[in-house]
């Protein structure tokens, strides 16, 4: 066999082993163009060899949204921070919902390292199924509110490496379907640096509920927080409820909501888009935060309500159980019901809980009646969220799961 023999045969070897890469790998070549990374993350990655990828994380989320998705992202980028570990922020775009400039200049333009956290709701998990980057452990942290998974959606959370979740309401729903891959990673709060000024209503008692009305008004349950108000203050007037909302799809909702302002003057509605600071200030100005959700994947809210001191009254279901309890704030009795068809997505043959209208009126009463037992339970929640959910505990927490599965050097 000559030269050009032998050269011959090898390039139908090179091409038949090609060809061979191409096939096998088809499907995870495309994926490394559908948006897993940042937009100048070299692409392919994972068939450069060599000794792999840095040590660090890629935290893919939402960081310039407003939405508590984008919360969320951020945090958990602040609790990573606290740490000795390299990060990147890799934002993803949210369409009409990018007014959170707090991390512009943060947001990574790549995604180099060896770990990626993904942050977003479970029916976004749909999408990202195509986004799995076969050089690097991939880790789902979802979001969820009903205590069933459709199918599917279980086959698609079983294509990440591990699964870290913010809640036990979380963990016990996935766990339920034979996931063994999960871990309980506490989702960090924004704590302030000094104590706040805890419970303590001076004139009118001031409560406050919000919600978004393009995120299933239904399971927050705005109706139960009109109700509940008017019949634990039927004849007061140093009272008041402010409801805040925004969004479009109010499916009736916001005449409702009219209606029960003209009819009550205590109960104000603010309806539109506020700020974070904005949204803190409020926060500071009332007395008491109520949460009569019909579910709660983790209840954000009722901690950030607990890091400005005030009192959380809440249903004793879902994700708001991580802060609300019976030391720590006045949870809400409930009864199981089935989850209405267009009450929220996914909702075939899942459950939620209704919150007793009577319980909640009470424990408001008590409020207004005792604030010295309301104050006392505010302080409770408060060392709770120091000693649980701060930055450096999460952030903490994190690196060690991350250690034990090697994907940081010790």
């Known amino acids: 066999m000559d030269q050009t023999d032998i050269a011959v045969m090898v390039r139908k070897l090179t091409a038949h082993w090609i060809v061979n890469v191409v096939n096998n790998n088809l499907t995870k070549l495309l994926q490394c163009f559908r948006a897993q990374c940042a937009a100048d993350t070299p692409k392919p990655c994972w068939v450069r060899g060599g000794d792999g990828l840095p040590n660090g994380i890629n935290l893919h989320g939402y960081f310039l949204s407003e939405t508590g998705l984008g919360e969320s992202a951020r945090l958990l980028y602040r609790a990573l921070s606290t740490q000795d570990v390299r990060i990147a922020a890799c934002n993803r775009v949210l369409e009409g919902r990018q007014n959170d400039t707090s991390f512009s200049d943060i947001v990574s333009d790549n995604a180099p390292y060896n770990a990626g956290i993904t942050i977003d709701g479970l029916t976004g998990f749909k999408r990202l199924r195509y986004q799995i980057c076969k050089q690097k452990r991939n880790i789902a942290y979802p979001f969820w ?35 063994t891959n999960v871990e309980l990673v506490k989702h960090p709060i924004d704590l302030p640096a000094e104590e706040p000024q805890f419970f303590d ?25 009109i109700f509940a108000f008017k019949q634990a203050f039927p004849n007061r007037e140093d009272v008041s409820l402010t409801v805040k909302t925004r969004g479009k799809r109010d499916l009736g909702r916001r005449q409702w909501l009219a209606e029960q302002t003209a009819d009550d003057p205590r109960i ?27 579910s709660e994947g983790l209840g954000l809210a009722c901690a950030e309500a607990l890091t400005a001191g005030k009192a959380v009254v809440a249903t004793d279901y879902g994700g708001s159980t991580e802060f609300i309890n019976a030391q720590t ?23 939620w809980a209704e919150p007793s209208i009577d319980h909640a009126a009470k424990l408001l009463r008590s409020i207004y009646e005792n604030p010295h037992e309301a104050r006392e339970r505010a302080k409770n929640g408060f060392r709770h969220l120091v000693e649980k959910h701060s930055f450096a505990a999460v952030g ?10 090697g994907l940081l050097a010790a």
């Open 396 to 405: 903490r927490d994190m690196v060690n799961i991350l250690h034990k599965k």
């Open 329 to 351: 704030g006045f949870p809400v009795e409930w009864s199981r019901i089935d989850v209405g068809p267009k009450d929220y997505v996914l909702a075939e043959n899942a459950t």
């Open 201 to 225: 209503p001076t004139g009118t008692l001031k409560i406050l509920f919000h919600f978004d009305f393009d995120s299933f008004p239904a399971r927050k349950n705005p109706e139960a927080a």
């Open 268 to 294: 104000t509605v603010i309806d539109r888009l506020l700020d974070r600071n904005a949204i803190n200030a409020m926060m500071a100005e009332h007395d008491v935060f109520l949460s009569l959700h019909r």
């Open 145 to 179: 509110e009903l205590d069933s998974i459709p199918a599917k959606y279980v086959d698609y959370l079983k294509k990440y490496d591990s699964i870290w979740v913010p809640s036990h309401f979380i963990r016990d729903t996935i766990k339920r379907y034979g996931f």
